[in-house]
């Protein structure tokens, strides 16, 4: 058994075991990412991952390409503009719904 020692940023981490290979099973400590709540190895991420200045928190590699084009999204942030979006569209349908129709017989 190899033990890593040190993993940096695992404070509050989740473990896993995968048991796919049952004569050696993959063991990694994880996070999941600040911007898009993907699972993040941290094994693999201090080889190739991404940090997000502003939550303090790891990012997935595909979150860390789009955080130096478009800043800190957290997830919490995504998801409300995803319900302002859902509430605004039931919106306008209520308000098409309620319109007289053009085209009579």
């Not at 473990?15 to 290979?21: A, D, K, S």
């Not at 941290?42 to 478009?70: D, I, N, S, Y």
């Not at 979006?85 to 306008?92: E, N, S, T």
Request: charged fraction near 20%; glycine fraction near 6%.
């Amino acid at each position: 058994m190899t033990f890593h020692i040190g993993t940096p940023h695992t404070r509050g981490a989740g473990y896993m075991i995968n048991g796919v290979n049952l004569t050696r099973p993959y063991e990694a400590d994880v996070q999941v990412c600040a911007h898009c709540q993907a699972v993040v190895l941290m094994q693999e991420w201090v080889k190739k991952g991404a940090w997000c200045q502003k939550e303090m928190k790891p990012l997935c590699l595909a979150c860390g390409k789009r955080a130096l084009t478009f800043g800190c999204e957290p997830f919490l942030k995504q998801l409300e503009a995803f319900t302002r979006a859902q509430i605004k569209h039931a919106q306008f349908l209520e308000t098409v719904a309620a319109m007289p129709p053009l085209f009579t017989k």
